[in-house]
């Protein structure tokens, strides 16, 4: 009798182990395809355009190793101007990794071009036609994101959305974020992922009043209120479907611990 006790045991475990690696091998596969794809905005030639309050603009895709040196500098330079003040004495550290990651291959961009005529999609470049080619006008501002796994949800994880101060307040920000949830669902990802920077009240209430967000039980301060206290962001996400729900929002409770649930 134990005998069999610890043979049916051995082969649920085996069982286990290979739907454990059975859905990781999943998972890695819906990010290899997302990440092949050169240009996501083909999907969405619709949305390349925007045009309400006074501002007229067209997106471009981009991917981090075809990032020409102009572009390299604009990135870090509007990264300077609007997130220095956030950062305070944590910023030189903070902008040597913004460096790193702005060019990793895995890295992917919608650049926001201010157009002074009405562009067509078939005027609409593409990453190929090469950023820093004679455009329709010029840069106001980026989104950088990829696709990668947090507890074990496929997720689209953004790492910035950066505009030019001409092109806040006009809608623009909310516009871009819903692309890229449009982009994570037909890509098969369960949530979006970001953070943000505490000191920066004016992008919390964005993301969680306007965008409807929440701090992610991955947060810091989900994690452990104490250790959370101590850091200077919070982690926010919006889930597509009930298992990404679960994995990455349960326990959304700012004063209860992890350790204290069990």
Same mark, same amino acid.
């Given at each position: 009798?134990?005998?069999?006790?610890?043979?049916?045991?051995?082969?649920?475990?085996?069982?286990?182990?290979?739907?454990?690696?059975?859905?990781?091998?999943?998972? $890695?596969? +819906?990010? &290899?395809?997302?990440?092949?794809?050169? !240009?996501?905005?083909?999907?969405? /030639?619709?949305?390349?355009?925007?045009?309400?309050?006074?501002?007229?603009?067209?997106?471009?895709?981009?991917?981090?190793?075809?990032?020409?040196?102009?572009?390299?500098?604009?990135?870090?330079?509007?990264?300077?101007?609007?997130?220095?003040?956030?950062?305070?004495?944590?910023?030189?550290?903070?902008?040597?990794?913004?460096?790193?990651?702005?060019?990793?291959?895995?890295?992917?961009?919608?650049?926001?071009?201010?157009?002074?005529?009405?562009?067509?999609? $078939?005027? +609409?470049? &593409?990453?190929?036609?090469?950023?820093? !080619?004679?455009?329709?006008?010029? /840069?106001?501002?980026?989104?950088?994101?990829?696709?990668?796994?947090?507890?074990?949800?496929p997720v689209a994880y953004v790492y910035e959305l950066q505009l030019e101060s001409c092109a806040k307040g006009k809608g623009l920000g909310k516009f871009l974020m819903q692309?890229?949830?449009?982009?994570?669902?037909?890509?098969?990802?369960?949530?979006?992922?970001?953070?943000?920077?505490?000191?920066?009240?004016?992008?919390?209430?964005?993301?969680?009043?306007?965008?409807?967000?929440?701090?992610?039980? +991955?947060?810091?301060?989900?994690?452990?209120?104490?250790?959370?206290?101590?850091?200077?962001?919070?982690?926010?996400?919006?889930?597509?479907?009930?298992?990404?729900?679960?994995?990455?929002?349960?326990?959304?409770?700012?004063?209860?611990?992890?350790?204290?649930?069990?």
């Amino acid at each position: 009798m134990e005998y069999n006790k610890a043979s049916q045991s051995a082969k649920e475990k085996k069982l286990r182990r290979k739907e454990v690696l059975e859905k990781k091998k999943a998972i $890695d596969e +819906i990010i &290899r395809k997302a990440t092949s794809v050169t !240009d996501h905005l083909v999907s969405f /030639l619709p949305f390349c355009q925007y045009q309400r309050n006074g501002l007229s603009v067209y997106l471009e895709s981009g991917n981090g190793d075809h990032l020409s040196p102009p572009t390299k500098k604009y990135i870090q330079n509007l990264l300077k101007v609007n997130m220095e003040r956030y950062y305070g004495h944590e910023w030189p550290t903070e902008e040597k990794v913004k460096r790193r990651e702005m060019g990793v291959p895995e890295a992917r961009y919608i650049f926001v071009r201010q157009s002074n005529t009405n562009a067509t999609n $078939d005027q +609409i470049k &593409r990453p190929e036609d090469g950023l820093d !080619d004679a455009g329709i006008e010029q /840069l106001v501002g980026f989104v950088h994101y990829r696709f990668v796994v947090e507890e074990d949800v496929p997720v689209a994880y953004v790492y910035e959305l950066q505009l030019e101060s001409c092109a806040k307040g006009k809608g623009l920000g909310k516009f871009l974020m819903q692309l890229v949830e449009l982009i994570a669902r037909k890509n098969k990802m369960g949530a979006v992922v970001l953070t943000v920077q505490k000191a920066n009240e004016f992008a919390m209430n964005f993301y969680t009043n306007k965008l409807r967000y929440v701090i992610s039980s +991955i947060s810091p301060s989900r994690v452990d209120p104490l250790i959370g206290a101590e850091k200077s962001y919070e982690i926010l996400c919006k889930t597509f479907d009930p298992e990404a729900k679960g994995k990455l929002e349960v326990n959304n409770s700012p004063n209860l611990s992890n350790a204290q649930k069990i």
